[in-house]
């Protein structure tokens, strides 16, 4: 069984579990190596895998995502979260002109600027714009459809049993994983490990949390034995709010890491020391 389960982000509806744990176990490996920490085991690692449930559903001549414009941006939470995205790419890299005070996602002429935008910025440098919209719908679907809500979730509890000390999350993966231990209140999980995550913006995701905050605080996940460590970089566009304790209390750890041209990218994060210190002080000794 998994000591340390991962839950993937968002942009990995045509991956599956093993090409990403391909791809994880080395960098997690990694991460505890630049702790002094031996790797665990490939056996004890696993992947709640949920991608597959915003994967479109294959038919005769069409391959991938579907083609995706700047008209297919609903009004609503997709306009206002890519406004965010707009400001905070703005706010971390010269290159991206910022929206001005009067802009309004309401108006088609707004989202092209924002698409527009970002596809100049360092941060989405290579992202097809289909791919930015297809991203987009990814997070509003998992906050507005309860069915799909329910299926992620239940993807990582499924995941996670008896012998899992150590859950690490990456991007929408830690609102799934945050969710999914909230139901699980009673799972002695050690430690909670997001990466690059969107679980601090206020009105787009904190406020849509599942369970609801109460009186502007979130729940703490599982055990109030557990350690959670928060680790985002400052370019980090998806992780717009890099200090949850403001959300989540002062018990979160919060860490800023520089993983360089990609900031958003999880092997980056998994090989970081800080990384691998909190992953470790979740594991038991051996």
């Known amino acids: 069984m998994a000591r340390v389960v991962g839950v993937h982000g968002i942009a990995q509806q045509m991956k599956g579990e093993q090409v990403l744990l391909s791809a994880w176990r080395p960098a997690l490996a990694d991460g505890l190596t630049r702790a ?25 001549l069409a391959v991938g995502d579907p083609v995706l414009t700047a008209a297919d941006v609903a009004p609503g939470l997709e306009r206002e979260l890519l406004l965010a995205w707009w400001r905070q790419a703005a706010a971390v890299d010269e290159t991206v002109a910022p929206p001005d005070a009067d802009t309004l996602v309401r108006t088609p002429a707004s989202v092209q600027a ?10 989405f440098a290579g ?13 509003s679907r998992y906050l507005l459809d309860a069915e799909v809500r329910r ?13 899992t000390e150590v859950v690490v999350a990456h991007s929408l993966g830690s609102v799934v994983a945050y969710e999914a231990l ?7 999980v050690r430690a909670l490990v997001t990466l690059g995550s969107p679980l601090g913006i206020a009105h787009l995701v904190f406020h849509r949390l599942d369970p609801a ?43 800023i890491v520089h993983n360089g041209a990609h900031a958003h990218d999880v092997t980056a994060y998994l090989t970081e020391a800080h990384t691998g ?10």
């Open 213 to 255: 905050p109460e009186e502007g605080r979130g729940r703490w996940p599982g055990t109030e034995r557990m350690r959670w460590t928060n680790i985002a970089d400052h370019g980090d566009v998806v992780a717009l709010e890099k200090d949850l304790r403001p959300r989540f209390g002062d018990r979160v750890r919060n860490a």
């Open 277 to 286: 210190e909190a992953i470790a002080g979740g594991l038991r000794a051996p």
């Open 151 to 163: 299926a992620a979730r239940q993807r990582v509890m499924d995941r996670i049993t008896a012998d």
């Open 114 to 123: 924002a698409l527009r935008q970002l596809s100049r910025s360092r941060f």
């Open 182 to 188: 909230c139901a699980l209140p009673e799972h002695p």
């Open 36 to 60: 002094a920490h031996a790797p665990v085991a490939d056996a004890e690692v696993a992947m709640a895998f949920y991608g597959d449930l915003f994967r479109p559903p294959g038919e005769l």
């Open 127 to 139: 992202v097809a714009l289909r791919a930015l919209v297809f991203d987009l719908k990814q997070v």
